[in-house]
């Protein structure tokens, strides 16, 4: 697998290499009022994708762009793999985000022994159907706002197939407006805050996983009914710590590594926000999330008060 995900990155690094001068709207693919990254989604597989069978043996993860999706589709594939260690050396998706795949991939992943992993930052109402129709047991995470734009905005200055912003300033004013790929972050949290009751959803939090790991692997393990012991449970967390991750992320991510595992801590937006910006995003919570169940579990005033 490591071979094919290396492969994945060179592709998409001689991409970058051709973008380098190019406007940053010449990143941008849009569909149905998102906006993605063409160097890594293609039409043909959004057209794809509205005809994938979903299984409801499937393990899916559902999260905002920097809210730990990285993080999370590791834990769901070490949770995943020990529970069925027959699966191990059989085909499995390389690269597990939906919109990142091929059509070609699409029809391939039919033939992927279950439980099959996949992952997306797809918005709600972008999910193909049939996950929904299949009852598709889905793990969905969300982090604080603050940290989550401060993540984004340092992701997309040190991914090469996303365009640089000037300055956090700017950044700043995208993210608030929703002016960024796949979207409003507070638009994802509304529709998931409708849906956080449903029985084929468990919502955690990138601040819950951080405060208790071995307790959310059991949580996830036990929403999909997988019988993990103790050691099992142990093992996962040795690999999902951060410092671990972020070693391993040397094999799995390569020259990209740093990017895609930069800091991965809580609170580093007090090294970004201005005291306008600060009132700004406090705003937006209360207008959006303010006395939700999904604004409760976020625990804004613990994470994003100075």
């Known amino acids: 697998m490591d071979e094919v995900r290396k492969q994945f990155l060179e592709e998409k690094q001689k991409f970058a290499e051709e973008f380098r001068n190019k406007k940053p ?122 940290d989550t734009a401060v993540s984004y905005f340092h992701f997309c200055n040190g991914n090469p197939l996303l365009p640089t912003c000037i300055s956090w300033d700017e950044f700043f004013n995208k993210f608030i407006a929703g002016d960024v790929f796949w979207g409003s972050y507070f638009s994802h949290a509304i529709a998931w805050n409708e849906h956080i009751d449903d029985e084929d959803v468990l919502l955690l939090t990138f601040e819950e996983l951080k405060e208790d790991l071995k307790g959310g692997i059991k949580k996830i393990a036990d929403f999909y009914g997988f019988s993990l012991s103790e050691e099992q449970i142990q093992s996962v967390a040795d690999r999902g710590t951060f410092k671990s991750m972020k070693e391993t992320s040397k094999k799995t991510h390569f020259n990209l590594s740093d990017v895609f595992f930069r800091k991965g801590e809580i609170g580093d937006w007090k090294n970004h926000f201005t005291d306008l910006q600060n009132k700004e995003m406090d705003k937006k919570f209360e207008e959006c999330l303010a006395g939700t169940k999904l604004g409760a579990k976020l625990k804004y005033n613990l994470y994003c008060k100075a």
């Open 25 to 146: 709207e010449d990143f941008i693919l849009q569909h149905k009022g998102y906006q993605y990254p063409i160097a890594l989604c293609k039409l043909e597989t959004f057209q794809a994708l509205e005809n994938v069978e979903a299984r409801s043996e499937d393990v899916m993860l559902v999260a905002y762009p920097k809210c730990g999706f990285n993080w999370a589709i590791q834990l769901l594939q070490n949770i995943t793999s020990a529970a069925h260690p027959e699966n191990e050396g059989k085909p499995a998706l390389a690269v597990p985000m939906l919109e990142f795949t091929s059509p070609d991939k699409v029809q391939e992943m039919k033939s992927f022994p279950s439980p099959r992993v996949f992952g997306t930052h797809l918005h709600y109402d972008e999910i193909p159907a049939s996950f929904f129709k299949n009852r598709t047991k889905m793990v969905v995470v969300f982090r604080n706002p603050k």
